[in-house]
């Protein structure tokens, strides 16, 4: 998957508008940070998750999602290697953090 494969999962959803953070897109539903793309790098995008959510991906798919550092990985953010996820475990994750922002 590429970066704009990404942008377009995420837009598909309701309510999710396009925007930049530290130089970086990224996607809020309502004001709330939902995903990242170029974080760290441009191999990667960012997912907001509860750490529950976050320890089934990085279980399931160690190769595809990791932590983010520091706070913000203990509280939910997730790595996503793009080149490492087919379009479907993408599109799942992104359901995930966009359903935890309607919450």
Request: no cysteine.
């Amino acid at each position: 998957m590429g970066p704009e494969d990404v942008r377009r999962l995420i837009l598909a959803l309701q309510d999710v508008d396009e925007q930049k953070h530290m130089s970086h897109p990224d996607f809020r539903v309502r004001g709330r940070i939902i995903a990242t793309l170029g974080r760290p790098d441009a191999r990667w995008a960012i997912v907001k998750l509860t750490p529950k959510q976050q320890d089934m991906l990085i279980s399931s798919r160690p190769d595809a999602y990791r932590p983010a550092s520091g706070a913000w990985g203990r509280r939910g953010s997730t790595l996503l290697l793009l080149e490492a996820v087919q379009e479907e475990e993408a599109a799942q994750a992104i359901r995930m953090a966009w359903a935890t922002a309607q919450r």
